[in-house]
DNA sequence: GTGGTCTAGACCACC
DNA sequence: GTGGTCTAGACCACG
């Protein structure tokens, strides 16, 4: 479970811990059927709440990315592949419109935007490819 | 004033605001010196809180944006080029440094990120420039 | 046995084979005497944990509906026409009633119930019989 | 606040007062905007606590139902006709198909069901209208 | 063992 | 005042 958790960061717990599950799912990463670690166990692993925990899988269950038994445990649910592409790309979209957006608003040319977004791949993609 | 809220957003009404102004004022669109509506007018304008308005107009005090003037009004600061040119990106890269960072949790190429963002740029500039 | 589980109904495993069993005993398809499988046979058809046929079995002894005999094995028991006539319809009616009382929350008119009967009665029996 | 709490029910508090907020939202008893009491309010009025509350209001939220403001109040969303129609019957729907299920199940005929339901309505809708 | 519900109580952010 | 998050801890139901 490469879940970290940035205690510095104003994003609440159960969010955090969302974001980063979710994208584990519709990256395929963790495959359909897979069994998930306990409420509990990831609890304790992440060094939060169980009801924590609970939340983000509840949440993630009604997003319908996992499925829940109960006396077995939390499984990742059967996703259609166009559902899975759509996930996957949404909220990377949406990051990309909000930053597009906030420049917009301080009148930033496309080509200075442009410019900016090579320097921050340059920056963040560096070393991992 | 050309500011605009989102009733529907979750972001904070206090947020949306500075937002805007900050972004206003960082890219010279109000001139250093120019005169800020009062407080209460701004609040009618915006059909929110003066509370609201107040905390705004303090932030962005306290940022060195704005200068209040006992029993005159609120001015926009006088601002070194160097600062106002770092402001005035500074947000937009951090848009676009969480865009990217979404991207990598998903496992995005770098081309597909590029590809998105392409899309993005012609879906929001088009009509604009 | 024609007993069906559904994988992603929320309903607990237990639960959904008694309805089932159930319906077969009240509605005669299973006649009085008649031997049911044994636990571990029953558990392995329907691919589920002995514990949980066990429970079914006992739940529907402590009904009446089911005899142990021990070293032989589990029957149908002998219930009276009248109690199995009032068994077979109790279910419906209660999931009757229960329908009802969705449709006078959200203030449905008689005739509005009775046409959406209708329509799911024509949905649900078409080419069944 | 029509809404009344079952303590002998089975079923969970939260899930009674979201079935019954929701019927008074969809059936346009609670119409658009209206404000709903805080869930502290609610909470104490309704007996129960603070967090089943709002859980109550988180779960609307996520469904479409309720618009939540911080700091303002959780108010009635503006929901489209198409949307509201929907919804309003597709609980009753799946109450009834339900029923009809559990008919086939005990080998009811098509007279036999609509006899039930007509007895049902009787009882049910007595002293109503 | 698993998940599901509910509690009391605390602290924070927003208006 | 409002809602939002998180905690610890209890008890129940399911397999």
Redesign the interface.
């Known amino acids: 479970m490469p879940i970290h958790i940035n205690e510095q960061s104003a994003e609440p717990l159960y969010y955090q811990i969302e974001?980063?599950l979710r994208?584990l799912i519709?990256?395929g990463?963790l495959e359909e059927g897979a069994l998930l670690p306990s409420i509990r166990e990831l609890a304790q692993l992440l060094k939060c709440s169980v009801i924590t925990v609970r939340r983000v899988y509840q949440d993630l269950e009604?997003e319908g990315l996992l499925?829940t038994k109960?006396g077995t445990g939390t499984y990742v649910a059967r996703i259609e592949q166009n559902a899975m592409d759509r996930f996957?790309?949404d909220?990377?979209?949406e990051?990309?419109?909000?930053?597009?957006?906030?420049?917009?608003?301080?009148?930033?040319?496309?080509e200075e935007?442009?410019k900016?977004?090579q320097?921050?791949?340059d920056r963040?993609?560096e070393g991992?490819?």
Chains 1, 2, 3, 4 share one sequence.
């Open positions: 974001v980063q994208a519709v990256s990463q009604n499925r109960q996957r790309l909220a990377v979209t990051a990309l419109e909000a930053a597009v957006e906030a420049g917009k608003l301080v009148q930033c040319t496309r935007l442009t900016l977004f320097e921050v791949l963040k993609l991992e490819r």
